[in-house]
Protein backbone atom coordinates (compact mmCIF):
# COMPACT_ATOMS: atom_id res chain seq x y z
CA UNK A 1 0.00 0.00 0.00
CA UNK A 2 1.52 3.66 -0.78
CA UNK A 3 1.97 6.27 1.46
CA UNK A 4 -0.33 8.85 1.17
CA UNK A 5 0.76 12.10 -0.28
CA UNK A 6 1.73 14.67 1.69
CA UNK A 7 0.07 18.25 1.90
CA UNK A 8 1.60 20.99 0.73
CA UNK A 9 0.37 24.03 2.94
CA UNK A 10 -0.52 27.79 0.71
CA UNK A 11 2.49 28.83 2.50
CA UNK A 12 4.54 26.28 0.62
CA UNK A 13 2.81 27.15 -2.64
CA UNK A 14 3.00 31.08 -2.27
CA UNK A 15 6.34 30.82 -1.91
CA UNK A 16 7.28 28.62 -4.04
CA UNK A 17 5.35 31.49 -6.56
CA UNK A 18 7.37 34.28 -5.29
CA UNK A 19 10.16 32.06 -6.06
CA UNK A 20 9.39 31.73 -9.17
CA UNK A 21 8.28 35.73 -9.90
CA UNK A 22 11.92 36.40 -8.86
CA UNK A 23 13.62 34.51 -11.30
CA UNK A 24 11.00 35.41 -13.85
CA UNK A 25 11.88 39.03 -13.06
CA UNK A 26 15.14 38.54 -13.00
CA UNK A 27 15.12 36.33 -16.34
CA UNK A 28 13.40 39.67 -17.73
CA UNK A 29 15.85 42.20 -16.38
CA UNK A 30 18.74 40.07 -17.87
CA UNK A 31 17.01 39.64 -21.42
CA UNK A 32 16.19 43.75 -21.12
CA UNK A 33 19.95 44.13 -20.90
CA UNK A 34 21.18 42.36 -22.93
CA UNK A 35 18.51 43.81 -25.67
CA UNK A 36 19.69 47.16 -25.15
CA UNK A 37 23.33 45.70 -25.62
CA UNK A 38 22.52 44.47 -29.05
CA UNK A 39 20.24 47.68 -29.83
CA UNK A 40 23.46 49.74 -29.49
CA UNK A 41 25.54 47.64 -31.64
CA UNK A 42 22.71 47.84 -33.83
CA UNK A 43 22.18 51.65 -33.60
CA UNK A 44 26.22 51.42 -33.99
CA UNK A 45 26.13 49.60 -37.72
CA UNK A 46 23.12 52.08 -38.63
CA UNK A 47 25.38 54.95 -37.73
CA UNK A 48 27.87 53.31 -39.73
CA UNK A 49 25.63 52.68 -42.77
CA UNK A 50 24.90 56.11 -42.93
CA UNK A 51 28.67 57.99 -43.03
CA UNK A 52 28.99 54.99 -45.91
CA UNK A 53 26.07 55.78 -47.64
CA UNK A 54 26.75 59.91 -47.58
CA UNK A 55 30.63 58.86 -49.14
CA UNK A 56 28.66 56.97 -52.04
CA UNK A 57 26.33 60.07 -52.49
CA UNK A 58 29.07 62.29 -52.86
CA UNK A 59 31.09 60.19 -54.60
CA UNK A 60 28.39 60.01 -57.61
CA UNK A 61 27.06 63.49 -56.93
CA UNK A 62 30.53 65.21 -58.28
CA UNK A 63 30.64 62.16 -61.39
CA UNK A 64 26.87 63.34 -62.15
CA UNK A 65 28.01 67.09 -62.36
CA UNK A 66 29.64 67.03 -65.93
CA UNK A 67 26.30 65.24 -67.14
CA UNK A 68 24.40 67.80 -65.37
CA UNK A 69 26.24 70.34 -67.08
CA UNK A 70 26.23 68.44 -70.57
CA UNK A 71 22.24 68.56 -70.03
CA UNK A 72 22.00 72.23 -69.09
CA UNK A 73 23.56 72.95 -72.91
CA UNK A 74 21.47 70.90 -74.78
CA UNK A 75 18.30 72.12 -72.59
CA UNK A 76 19.33 75.19 -73.59
CA UNK A 77 18.70 74.83 -77.40
CA UNK A 78 15.35 74.55 -76.91
CA UNK A 79 13.27 77.20 -76.34
CA UNK A 80 10.70 77.42 -73.27
CA UNK A 81 12.00 74.21 -72.02
CA UNK A 82 11.76 74.76 -68.77
CA UNK A 83 8.08 77.09 -68.63
CA UNK A 84 6.95 73.55 -70.10
CA UNK A 85 8.21 71.15 -68.11
CA UNK A 86 6.77 73.40 -64.44
CA UNK A 87 3.51 73.46 -66.81
CA UNK A 88 3.43 70.23 -67.53
CA UNK A 89 4.34 69.10 -63.55
CA UNK A 90 1.04 68.84 -61.83
CA UNK A 91 1.82 70.34 -58.24
CA UNK A 92 3.90 73.40 -59.78
CA UNK A 93 1.15 73.95 -62.71
CA UNK A 94 -0.99 74.40 -58.97
CA UNK A 95 1.17 77.29 -57.84
CA UNK A 96 1.31 78.96 -61.18
CA UNK A 97 -0.54 81.65 -62.28
CA UNK A 98 -1.04 83.52 -66.25
CA UNK A 99 1.30 86.06 -65.18
CA UNK A 100 3.91 83.61 -63.91
CA UNK A 101 3.66 81.52 -66.80
CA UNK A 102 4.79 84.66 -68.80
CA UNK A 103 7.02 85.59 -66.13
CA UNK A 104 8.78 81.80 -66.66
CA UNK A 105 8.95 82.12 -70.55
CA UNK A 106 12.13 83.83 -69.64
CA UNK A 107 14.00 81.29 -67.82
CA UNK A 108 16.43 79.81 -69.43
CA UNK A 109 18.27 77.33 -66.87
CA UNK A 110 17.93 75.51 -63.94
CA UNK A 111 20.63 74.42 -62.06
CA UNK A 112 20.53 72.40 -58.20
CA UNK A 113 23.42 72.19 -56.52
CA UNK A 114 23.73 70.10 -53.22
CA UNK A 115 25.95 71.10 -50.42
CA UNK A 116 29.64 69.09 -50.00
CA UNK A 117 28.08 67.42 -47.15
CA UNK A 118 24.68 66.87 -48.78
CA UNK A 119 23.07 66.73 -45.31
CA UNK A 120 23.28 70.05 -44.87
CA UNK A 121 21.22 71.70 -47.58
CA UNK A 122 21.03 72.73 -51.26
CA UNK A 123 20.55 75.52 -53.34
CA UNK A 124 18.25 76.45 -56.57
CA UNK A 125 19.18 78.72 -59.05
CA UNK A 126 16.82 80.14 -62.01
CA UNK A 127 19.04 81.92 -64.74
CA UNK A 128 16.48 84.54 -66.47
CA UNK A 129 16.69 86.78 -69.70
CA UNK A 130 16.19 90.27 -70.05
CA UNK A 131 12.53 90.31 -68.90
CA UNK A 132 9.78 93.35 -68.13
CA UNK A 133 9.33 92.25 -64.84
CA UNK A 134 12.44 92.09 -62.73
CA UNK A 135 16.07 93.18 -63.27
CA UNK A 136 17.41 90.49 -61.62
CA UNK A 137 19.26 87.75 -64.33
CA UNK A 138 20.46 84.88 -61.63
CA UNK A 139 16.84 84.03 -58.64
CA UNK A 140 18.66 81.92 -56.16
CA UNK A 141 16.69 79.57 -52.74
CA UNK A 142 19.04 77.64 -50.22
CA UNK A 143 18.09 75.31 -47.81
CA UNK A 144 20.09 75.05 -44.86
CA UNK A 145 20.73 72.43 -41.74
CA UNK A 146 22.35 74.35 -39.16
CA UNK A 147 24.83 72.44 -36.81
CA UNK A 148 21.75 71.49 -34.04
CA UNK A 149 19.66 70.44 -37.07
CA UNK A 150 17.14 73.05 -36.88
CA UNK A 151 16.01 73.98 -41.38
CA UNK A 152 16.40 77.39 -42.36
CA UNK A 153 15.99 79.01 -46.08
CA UNK A 154 17.33 82.31 -47.35
CA UNK A 155 16.89 83.76 -51.20
CA UNK A 156 17.53 86.70 -53.64
CA UNK A 157 15.56 89.80 -53.22
CA UNK A 158 13.55 90.02 -56.42
CA UNK A 159 14.27 93.85 -58.06
CA UNK A 160 11.13 94.12 -60.02
CA UNK A 161 10.40 96.78 -62.31
CA UNK A 162 8.02 99.61 -61.78
CA UNK A 163 4.49 97.94 -61.68
CA UNK A 164 5.55 94.36 -62.62
CA UNK A 165 5.64 92.45 -58.90
CA UNK A 166 4.05 89.88 -59.56
CA UNK A 167 3.20 88.82 -55.60
CA UNK A 168 1.04 91.96 -55.13
CA UNK A 169 -1.05 91.64 -57.81
CA UNK A 170 -4.58 93.06 -57.21
CA UNK A 171 -7.64 91.24 -56.70
CA UNK A 172 -8.74 92.64 -59.60
CA UNK A 173 -6.27 90.60 -61.83
CA UNK A 174 -6.90 87.34 -60.15
CA UNK A 175 -10.20 88.06 -60.69
CA UNK A 176 -9.97 88.42 -64.46
CA UNK A 177 -12.68 86.30 -66.53
CA UNK A 178 -10.17 85.86 -69.22
CA UNK A 179 -7.94 83.52 -67.09
CA UNK A 180 -7.24 80.17 -68.47
CA UNK A 181 -7.73 78.25 -65.23
CA UNK A 182 -11.62 79.12 -64.12
CA UNK A 183 -10.11 78.10 -60.34
CA UNK A 184 -9.03 81.20 -58.65
CA UNK A 185 -5.95 82.00 -59.59
CA UNK A 186 -3.08 80.95 -56.98
CA UNK A 187 -0.66 83.59 -54.92
CA UNK A 188 2.06 84.08 -57.02
CA UNK A 189 5.14 81.58 -57.71
CA UNK A 190 7.80 84.39 -57.12
CA UNK A 191 6.23 84.65 -53.42
CA UNK A 192 7.84 81.50 -52.96
CA UNK A 193 11.50 83.58 -52.63
CA UNK A 194 10.04 85.47 -49.68
CA UNK A 195 8.93 82.80 -48.11
CA UNK A 196 10.73 81.25 -45.13
CA UNK A 197 7.93 80.17 -42.76
CA UNK A 198 8.98 77.11 -42.64
CA UNK A 199 12.26 75.83 -44.57
CA UNK A 200 11.85 71.80 -42.92
CA UNK A 201 8.67 71.64 -45.41
CA UNK A 202 9.52 73.16 -48.10
CA UNK A 203 7.32 71.14 -50.69
CA UNK A 204 8.43 73.28 -54.12
CA UNK A 205 12.09 72.91 -53.12
CA UNK A 206 11.60 69.35 -52.57
CA UNK A 207 9.71 68.81 -55.84
CA UNK A 208 12.16 70.61 -57.94
CA UNK A 209 15.30 69.13 -56.30
CA UNK A 210 13.85 65.23 -56.26
CA UNK A 211 11.45 65.62 -58.70
CA UNK A 212 12.04 67.68 -61.43
CA UNK A 213 15.86 67.70 -61.43
CA UNK A 214 16.84 64.16 -61.68
CA UNK A 215 15.01 64.07 -65.36
CA UNK A 216 13.41 67.03 -66.29
CA UNK A 217 12.64 65.47 -70.02
CA UNK A 218 9.48 63.13 -69.18
CA UNK A 219 7.26 66.10 -67.78
CA UNK A 220 8.60 67.83 -70.89
CA UNK A 221 7.53 65.68 -73.12
CA UNK A 222 3.73 65.25 -71.58
CA UNK A 223 2.72 68.16 -73.80
CA UNK A 224 4.39 66.86 -76.70
CA UNK A 225 2.98 63.28 -76.11
CA UNK A 226 -0.55 64.35 -75.81
CA UNK A 227 -0.15 66.37 -78.93
CA UNK A 228 0.55 63.31 -80.94
Same mark, same amino acid.
Not at 5 to 17: G, I, P, R
Not at 35 to 64: C, G
Not at 106 to 126: A, M, P, Q, W
Not at 169 to 180: E, P, V, Y
Given at each position: ????????? @?????? !?????????????????????????????? /?????? %??? @???? @????????? #?? +??? *???????? #??????? !???? &????????? *????? =???????? *????????? $??????? %? /?? =? #? %? !?? &???? %? #??? /???????? +?????????????? @??????????? $?? $?????? *???????????????????????????? !???? =??????????
Amino acid at each position: MSAPAAKVS @KKELNS !NHDGADETSEKEQQEAIEHIDEVQNEIDRL /NEQASE %EIL @KVEQ @KYNKLRQPF #FQ +KRS *ELIAKIPN #FWVTTFV !NHPQ &VSALLGEED *EEALH =YLTRVEVT *EFEDIKSGY $RIDFYFD %E /NP =Y #F %E !NK &VLSK %E #FHL /NESGDPSS +KSTEIKWKSGKDLT @KRSSQTQNKAS $RK $RQHEEP *ESFFTWFTDHSDAGADELGEVIKDDIWP !NPLQ =YYLVSIALSC
